[in-house]
């Protein structure tokens, strides 16, 4: 268990709709990163909160948004969604920088 | 764009015997580099870091290696083990960043 807790675990949505995804950190941990993991793809780099501010961009669509909120949980929130969002999404929460990232076993999304 | 690369998508191993992975990056601004080991539908596990202003470190069988001049880090496990056998993930922390490679899948076999 690496203290980082996604959910949820699974979601099914209709194309067009729009879904928060939940993330609570380990206790401790400043930031928050978000990664989209697409089948037989690596992990591709979304966006990382640092202590409820936007601190990095990387591949995050513009239908997608996310935010830290006071208690350091965060949130992404993809809308109008398309069949090709369908993926596992991974958060990671670490103390700051030059540290180690620990991983939340993930929402899987599925668009249909 | 690229920024940290894994060529070899697979290796295959025989148990006891050393597992090497390779990972490159291209961004100076990186100044941590660490490893995961992955299994299907889970989330990545930590395995080792080393910052750039060391070349190496060890932690039991595992050490890294990094060589900043050529950008290049690598893994080393011995003795491989068949519980070894997984996708393991280079990454690359800088300027909030933590980007990752593709990913070589590990198969260590008895």
């Known amino acids: 268990d690496s203290g980082v807790t996604q959910t949820p675990k699974h979601l099914i949505t209709a194309t067009g709709q729009r879904v928060t995804l939940r993330c609570s950190p380990r206790?401790?941990?400043?930031?928050v990163y978000w990664y989209q993991q697409s089948l037989d793809q690596g992990l591709q780099f979304l966006i990382q909160?640092?202590?409820?501010?936007?601190?990095a961009k990387g591949n995050i669509l513009e239908r997608f948004s996310a935010q830290q909120f006071p208690d350091l949980h965060s949130e992404l929130n993809l809308s109008s969604l398309e069949l090709g969002d369908s993926a596992l999404y991974f958060c990671?929460?670490?103390?700051?920088?030059?540290?180690?990232?620990?991983f939340g076993q993930g929402t899987r999304l599925t668009v249909v | 764009d690229q920024q940290v690369k894994q060529n070899s998508p697979s290796l295959s191993v025989q148990e006891g015997r050393i597992s090497i992975l390779n990972c490159d990056y291209t961004?100076?601004?990186?100044?941590?580099f660490l490893w995961y080991k992955k299994y299907p539908a889970e989330g990545p596990t930590f395995l080792i870091s080393?910052?750039?202003?060391?070349d190496k470190n060890e932690d039991g069988r595992f050490t890294v290696f990094l060589n900043k001049s050529a950008k290049h880090l690598s893994l080393h496990i011995v003795p491989s083990q068949p519980g070894d056998s997984a996708v393991y993930f280079c990454?690359?922390?800088?300027?909030?960043?933590?980007?990752f490679g593709q990913g070589t899948e590990l198969s260590v076999k008895p």
């Open positions: 990671a929460s670490s103390v700051g920088d030059r540290a180690e990232a620990f």
């Open positions: 206790s401790g941990d400043l930031s």
């Open positions: 909160y640092y202590n409820g501010e936007e601190r």
């Open positions: 961004n100076s601004m990186f100044d941590y």
């Open positions: 080393i910052s750039s202003i060391k």
């Open positions: 990454a690359a922390q800088g300027g909030g960043k933590l980007i």
